[in-house]
């Protein structure tokens, strides 16, 4: 798939641990993507702020942040402290979404339900490769409210008359 057929504009993809970093593809294909996240490891330290303020620091603004994570965010920078900075900044309240993998651990999202900040929580079971397209659907709106627009615009099916 390519990172174009989903935004009109930049894609983004950080990765961070203690310490945040831009991946770029050389190109738009699945392969590509996977030879650009070779390098990635999981493990140790999970700073999600780090990523959103180096988003900040290099003045990317964006109207919405995916986060692929286990929840488990454990050092600082932590993202509901540096996600104001990031609003203020950027003069943007971008939508947040995690996509969460791994174990139970649900920490990131209580820290955002603690600071107030709106979020949407995707949860794929094992292998769901069939809910992704439903994934790409949910992220390319810009908000809920687009969502249930699009929704409530789409006419209903009509019986036909069984005379």
């Not at 294909?29 to 959103?52: H, Y």
């Not at 900040?56 to 932590?78: C, H, L, M, W």
């Not at 900040?117 to 949860?123: G, R």
Request: glycine share 6%; hydrophobic share 40%; net charge negative.
């Amino acid at each position: 798939m390519c990172s174009s057929d989903l935004s009109e504009s930049g894609l983004h993809v950080v990765v961070f641990d203690n310490a945040a970093m831009e991946i770029v593809s050389k190109g738009k294909t699945l392969t590509d993507w996977e030879q650009a996240f070779k390098p990635v490891r999981p493990g140790g330290n999970t700073s999600i702020g780090c990523a959103l303020r180096f988003l900040r620091n290099k003045g990317i603004s964006v109207e919405q942040i995916v986060v692929v994570t286990d929840e488990g965010e454990n050092a600082t920078p932590f993202f509901h402290q540096e996600f104001p900075a990031y609003v203020e900044q950027m003069k943007v309240t971008p939508h947040v979404v995690i996509v969460h993998v791994g174990n139970t651990d649900t920490t990131f999202r209580d820290y955002l339900k603690a600071a107030k900040i709106s979020f949407d929580v995707y949860t794929p079971e094992g292998n769901d490769y069939y809910a992704l397209p439903g994934l790409i659907q949910l992220l390319s709106r810009r908000s809920k409210l687009d969502l249930i627009e699009e929704i409530m615009n789409t006419p209903l099916v009509k019986r036909r008359d069984f005379r």
